[in-house]
């Protein structure tokens, strides 16, 4: 006979609101307490001089008992008449948030504690997002301590009212409300007990109406590959599936580094090998061909294939008694893969009680935060939000875990598909050279980057700059969205891959002109700091000026001349740069003009000493 | 749909395969108990049918004669590499300790003996979160401080399974494998794969051992279930805890929070 998983419960909610009371008495309730607990417990409380204590059930720590607070948290199996739970019972005192946090992510459902007397407090808000931030879907809530006010209706229905607002904020919205009392152990099992104007479930069936955890085998195949061994003649991959199904047969892409090979064999012990191994099992894979595989590699198939790059943007929750700040060097531990990255900014913090984004310098232990963090090369990263398994990591500081997060790259584009610089092909030397072109032309070519927000003025400032350098007698030319996307161009959107791929052809264009011999200046927003890099590559040394022309949003945004951000704003424009898609700052740009220190004429001016300053022979 | 065994059994090979990949070198405890047998096959599966590391047991000279004929049994059809550690005696260990805990204390000295002479970074141990309540606080990888203790106050935040498996060079590691099996799991198990399990833990004359310690502080329950058939059965209506017949537990109520604070098991 085949048994199902038990679904995998957390208790979360204010310390103090009777998490583990509950959880005591529900299991004595379901007759799974063993034999002489109860005698135990009421001597314990005895001793303690304290009323019958459930929670000393869990409390497994004698500090726990005598502070009556859970430290940390702990497993138990719950088995109901028609169900099985494995219930995780996390601490809620703020200082523990680490201990919930860690019991939480194992969760597929979570039952909400609340005391039908007290408010919702920010406690209770941060967990609720805590457990939406980690996946947690299927939320069940409980108002415990209903003897308090006499089983009063008024004061379950006023709680419920107050905590179903407070969590649609959120974006929860509870599979049920249920009132209970764990000290008189009513409505756990049997509603019996309950006046009769409630005409809800019991806990308990609640509990068994809970959804059942969505398998991962339906996802794209992902393995991250956890060692190598030898085995006889053979090299196997080690490695469990976090998502997905792998056969024999079926092609590898192994990222980052893109190799392939294909399955020969799944290796099983004891009995005969696999056919196929899905979502949850540890495979033991030897491939058709010698590869070189090491740990961190994530196997997927061609098709669904993780995104590579080296910057994306993370929702994290901060642990560390030390402030995050943006620059912190951490490293990033997603399964067996290790990454160390750099926090390039700090995009805003959450504030629980309100839930709005704030603008922070800093973040502090137990925030919550929207980052952007930038690896030292390409990493393969899923969104969570689409592949959950592989779209959560840990952040450590040495051998402290300092925070943890989810990915959301949906904003950055995919290297994946980046063609390398024709490597095969022998470069023609020209006979004219670079320096009789300086020459003839009183100038050394270059490309002027600019750099920023749409409205933050490059545009304006890319005309009035060629003007005044051809009248000053340079050979000069602008490239800008006008006169490349309806040319060169034309055959791109505005997915983060197309606007990617825009940018390279601009860089390798203007790289054309400077070549050339002209002061060739381009106006792209081109927010990625990747695909400036490149472009700077493209260009020989030296010759390429990165100029940031800088306005932050809401000046941009007060500006908007052609009405794009309202359009953005309204939903109307989809990965609108500032609104729903990242503008990454340059780290060290050659020039930053500010237009909204200085007006136009001025930042031409100080345009027009740079470039005489860089160009002129 | 694969069954919950089968879900337990690969979480945990995946925490062994972990273990080894990250924690050199790496031992682990046999304490020839239905645990551990059943850890030793799971790192058998992780591994294709190797044990790719040694083999441990706490040798205090007083299991019982049938847990010793066990081990010689097992040690000669699987080609284990296996490492007796002996304990030192009684008179080392604490004594504020109540008197069948100082016997258990016995384990923590020898294991810390051990572990200081052969250097190992990680320790496999096959103990479960619902056998004591001190142990169900655990982490599947729990750092212990250079004299073996347990700091349980602090312990790392373990989140989902990206584990958590560097640390100073002083730091030793205990791995948890199966932290989230029960006692009918484990039997359940046993059953399914056929795993060898010492002939102690099936009743003769009435009684049966259903947890197995020293031979001087553990003792036999009343019981008829002779086949594991039986034992689940007997499991699935009980309402005895596992380790009513172990000794230790029962002295005063920190004293297994003592012990494991200490570095026990």
Not at chain 1, 268 to 297: K, T
Request: net charge negative; with cysteine.
């Amino acid at each position: 006979m085949e048994r199902a998983a038990p679904l995998v419960l957390v208790l979360a909610g204010h310390v103090d609101h009777g998490k583990s009371s509950l959880l005591g008495r529900l299991l004595h309730e379901l007759d799974l307490l063993p034999a002489g607990k109860a005698e135990e417990l009421a001597a314990m409380s005895t001793r303690r001089g304290v009323p019958l204590e459930w929670s000393f059930v869990l409390d497994g720590f004698q500090a726990e008992r005598d502070q009556a607070i859970t430290l940390d948290t702990t497993r138990v199996r719950l088995k109901t008449p028609n169900r099985e739970f494995v219930v995780i019972d996390a601490p809620g005192h703020k200082e523990l948030l680490k201990n919930m946090i860690g019991g939480a992510s194992a969760a597929a459902a979570a039952l909400l504690v609340l005391d039908v007397q007290a408010g919702s407090e920010e406690q209770t808000l941060r967990h609720a997002y805590l457990l939406k931030l980690l996946g947690i879907r299927a939320l069940l809530v409980a108002i415990n301590k209903m003897d308090l006010p006499g089983y009063a209706e008024a004061a379950f229905e006023a709680r419920a009212r107050e905590v179903t607002a407070a969590l649609a904020r959120i974006g929860i919205e509870p599979i049920a409300i249920v009132p209970v009392s764990a000290r008189d152990g009513a409505n756990l099992r049997e509603r019996g007990a309950m006046p009769g104007w409630y005409r809800g479930p019991s806990l308990v069936a609640a509990l068994e109406a809970l959804p059942a955890a969505t398998p991962d085998r339906v996802l794209p195949l992902r393995m991250p590959v956890q060692d190598v061994y030898r085995h006889g003649e053979r090299r196997v991959l080690a490695g469990r599936l976090d998502s997905g199904r792998m056969a024999v047969g079926d092609e590898l892409v192994f990222s980052p580094s893109g190799r392939t090979g294909k399955v020969a064999e799944l290796l099983s012990w004891p009995g005969p090998a696999q056919d196929a191994v899905e979502a949850g099992d540890n495979a033991s894979v030897v491939l058709d061909r010698p590869l070189v595989v090491e740990r961190g590699d994530v196997a997927s198939h061609h098709e669904h294939a993780p995104k590579l790059t080296a910057v994306f943007d993370a929702e994290i929750f901060w642990l560390s008694a030390t402030p995050l700040v943006p620059g912190r060097e951490l490293t990033m531990q997603l399964g067996p893969r290790a990454a160390a990255v750099r926090v390039q900014a700090i995009r805003h913090r959450i504030d629980v009680a309100t839930l709005a984004p704030e603008l922070a310098g800093t973040i502090a232990a137990g925030e919550i935060a929207s980052v952007t963090l930038r690896a030292h090369e390409l990493i393969a990263v899923d969104d969570f939000a689409a592949m959950p398994a592989t779209g959560r990591f840990v952040l450590r500081d040495a051998y402290v875990t300092v925070g943890g997060g989810i990915v959301d790259a949906s904003g950055y584009p995919d290297h994946r598909a980046m063609p390398d610089r024709a490597r095969n092909l022998t470069p023609m030397r020209h006979q004219v050279t670079e320096t009789e072109r300086a020459s003839r032309f009183g100038h050394a070519g270059a490309v002027i980057w600019l750099t920023g927000l749409s409205a933050s003025g490059k545009s304006t400032l890319a005309m009035a700059l060629e003007r005044r350098l051809f009248d000053g007698g340079y050979a000069t030319f602008v490239l800008d969205g006008d006169n490349v996307r309806r040319g060169l161009n034309a055959n791109l959107g505005f997915s983060p891959e197309d606007r990617q791929e825009n940018i390279r052809r601009v860089g390798e264009a203007a790289a054309l002109f400077a070549e050339a011999g002209f002061v060739c200046i381009t106006a792209f927003i081109s927010p990625y700091c990747d695909d400036r890099r490149r472009a700077r590559a493209a260009v020989a040394k030296g010759h390429f000026l990165e100029v940031y022309v800088k306005a932050d949003l809401a000046a941009c945004e007060a500006r908007d001349p052609k009405g794009l951000y309202r359009r953005a704003r309204e939903g109307e424009l989809k990965g609108f740069t500032g609104i729903d898609s990242p503008y990454e700052e340059p780290e060290a740009p050659d020039l930053i003009v500010d237009t909204m220190q200085e007006n136009i004429a001025a930042c031409v001016d100080k345009l027009i000493e740079f470039v005489a300053a860089r160009c002129r022979v | 749909m694969p069954d919950y065994l089968h879900a337990l059994e690969q979480q945990s090979i995946h925490v062994i395969r972990e273990a080894h990949a990250r924690l050199k070198p790496l031992a682990m405890l046999w304490s020839l108990g239905k645990d551990s047998n059943t850890m030793l096959w799971l790192v058998r599966k992780a591994f294709l049918g190797r044990v790719p590391f040694p083999v441990m047991l706490l040798d205090t000279g007083n299991e019982f004669p049938e847990v010793y004929e066990f081990r010689d049994r097992l040690l000669a059809e699987w080609g284990l590499d296996y490492v007796n550690a002996a304990c030192p005696p009684i008179e080392a260990t604490d004594a504020t300790l109540p008197p069948a805990a100082r016997a258990a204390a016995r384990k923590t000295l020898g294991l810390k003996a051990i572990i200081a002479e052969r250097g190992f970074r990680g320790i496999l141990l096959g103990i479960r979160r619902d056998e004591q309540l001190i142990r169900g606080k655990e982490r599947v990888f729990s750092p212990r401080r250079p004299d073996g203790s347990w700091d349980f106050r602090n312990q790392p935040a373990e989140f989902w399974d990206h584990y958590q498996t560097d640390f100073p060079a002083d730091v030793h590691v205990r791995v948890h494998p199966l932290l989230a099996w029960t006692e009918l799991d484990i039997w359940r198990y046993v059953e399914r794969e056929r795993i060898p399990v010492c002939e102690l833990y099936f009743a003769r004359g009435g009684k049966r051992y259903r947890s197995l310690g020293e031979s001087d502080i553990t003792f036999p329950i009343e019981s008829d279930a002779a086949t594991i058939p039986e034992i689940i059965a007997e499991l699935e209506r009980t309402r005895q805890s596992e380790r009513a017949g172990r000794a230790m537990d029962h002295e005063r109520e920190d004293t297994f929070e003592r012990l494991r604070a200490a570095g026990y098991m």
